[in-house]
């Protein structure tokens, strides 16, 4: 009897040695056919393969720690292989969580390389549909994307341009400068983009200075006219309406120097300029002066005005 059970366990222990060498076998296999599939670019069957043997290995156990290491040192660079052949056709929906892998495992391997490359493809997909949701006017979506890209890679400043647009479409002019300021600090030689940030805020600075100029809150128009040349110092524009609030605040001098640099860029018609200056000079007591600014106002809404001021005020000679 004691013979029987000793033969018996003989054979039960050697069908879970075959098993245990079958099963070694089998992960094996996977992980040399997905080798096989990444040389021929068939990235999601090698992933398939690569995660066939961690599941087996794992269920092996200690045995088979090694192959299952090896398999999942393939996982990062495989899923950022499959992520980019998504990306590619513009099908960002799959992209993102295969992008998401490739980071995690990536980060598990210390992979850095990878790992940033990926950040970066998803810091450019965010930022592609925010820009979208911001063309569709879905302003409060456009700032979550562009957030979410940002949070991927900090560095990746075409995002704070974006929300920087956003920001000035919403008249959130604080934000808007805290946005475009990080991309001209940021961008690097990216001269174009450095453009188009300044430009951006200097526009908005001045459209806030000609609302305030036009209800007639003349400090609040300084105040944002001086901020827009802090961006931009080549509007014409933005010196004639500084003219206009420094005159309506009684600051006479400050009025004929914005002027002059008015004049200096002016391409076009100087008329409203030069009655600005005839203005100045007028409150200044200088009337000579005042008189020959009036006399170039040849043209625009203030001829009436100055032909007044000449005739019948200052009796101009």
Same mark, same amino acid.
């Given at each position: 009897?004691?013979?029987? %059970?000793? /033969?018996?366990?003989?054979?039960?222990?050697?069908?879970?040695?075959?098993?245990?060498?079958?099963?070694?076998d089998?992960?094996? @296999?996977?992980?040399? +056919?997905?080798? #096989?599939?990444s040389?021929?670019?068939?990235?999601?069957?090698?992933?398939?393969?690569?995660?066939?043997?961690i599941?087996? !290995?794992?269920?092996?156990?200690?045995?088979?720690?090694?192959?299952?290491?090896?398999?999942?040192q393939?996982?990062?660079?495989?899923?950022?292989?499959?992520?980019?052949?998504?990306?590619?056709?513009?099908?960002?929906?799959?992209?993102?969580?295969?992008?998401?892998?490739?980071?995690?495992?990536?980060? +598990?391997?210390?992979?850095?390389?990878? @790992?940033? @490359?990926?950040?970066?493809?998803?810091?450019?997909?965010?930022?592609?549909?925010?820009?979208?949701?911001?063309?569709?006017e879905?302003?409060?979506? @456009?700032?979550?994307?562009?957030?979410?890209s940002?949070?991927? %890679?900090?560095?990746?400043?075409?995002?704070?341009?974006?929300?920087?647009?956003?920001?000035?479409?919403?008249?959130?002019?604080?934000?808007?400068?805290?946005?475009?300021?990080?991309?001209?600090?940021?961008?690097?030689?990216?001269?174009?983009t450095?453009?188009?940030?300044?430009?951006?805020?200097?526009?908005?600075?001045?459209?806030?200075?000609?609302?305030?100029?036009? *209800?007639?809150k003349?400090?609040?128009? /300084?105040?944002?006219?001086v901020?827009? #040349?802090?961006?931009d110092?080549?509007?014409?524009?933005?010196?004639?309406?500084?003219a /206009?609030?420094?005159?309506?605040?009684?600051?006479?001098?400050?009025?004929?120097? *914005?002027?002059?640099?008015?004049? &200096?860029? #002016?391409?076009?018609?100087?008329? &409203?300029?030069?009655?600005?200056?005839?203005?100045?000079?007028?409150?200044?007591?200088?009337?000579?002066?005042? !008189?020959?600014?009036?006399?170039?106002?040849i043209?625009?809404?203030?001829?009436?005005a100055?032909?007044?001021?000449?005739?019948?005020?200052l009796? !101009? +000679?």
């Amino acid at each position: 009897m004691k013979r029987i %059970k000793i /033969v018996a366990l003989i054979i039960l222990t050697g069908l879970v040695s075959v098993s245990f060498a079958q099963t070694i076998d089998e992960a094996g @296999a996977a992980f040399n +056919q997905g080798i #096989q599939f990444s040389k021929e670019a068939k990235y999601n069957e090698a992933l398939a393969a690569y995660e066939q043997t961690i599941q087996i !290995c794992t269920k092996i156990g200690d045995d088979a720690m090694e192959l299952q290491i090896k398999a999942e040192q393939q996982l990062p660079g495989t899923y950022f292989n499959v992520a980019k052949g998504l990306f590619d056709v513009k099908n960002y929906t799959e992209a993102i969580p295969n992008f998401e892998k490739s980071v995690q495992y990536a980060d +598990q391997m210390g992979e850095t390389k990878t @790992a940033d @490359a990926s950040r970066t493809y998803l810091a450019g997909i965010y930022y592609s549909l925010g820009n979208t949701d911001y063309k569709n006017e879905a302003l409060d979506a @456009a700032i979550e994307k562009y957030n979410k890209s940002l949070s991927y %890679k900090s560095s990746y400043y075409k995002s704070y341009y974006g929300l920087g647009l956003v920001y000035k479409k919403q008249e959130n002019l604080p934000l808007m400068k805290e946005a475009l300021d990080k991309v001209i600090a940021m961008a690097g030689e990216d001269t174009k983009t450095i453009t188009n940030a300044k430009d951006a805020a200097g526009s908005a600075y001045q459209k806030a200075g000609a609302i305030a100029l036009q *209800s007639g809150k003349n400090s609040v128009a /300084v105040e944002n006219l001086v901020m827009s #040349q802090e961006y931009d110092t080549t509007k014409a524009s933005t010196y004639y309406y500084l003219a /206009v609030a420094y005159n309506g605040l009684s600051k006479w001098d400050d009025a004929i120097t *914005s002027a002059g640099k008015a004049l &200096d860029l #002016q391409t076009e018609d100087k008329s &409203d300029i030069y009655f600005e200056i005839g203005k100045s000079y007028e409150k200044k007591g200088e009337t000579a002066t005042s !008189c020959e600014n009036y006399r170039k106002v040849i043209a625009g809404n203030n001829v009436a005005a100055a032909k007044y001021q000449m005739e019948t005020v200052l009796k !101009c +000679q």
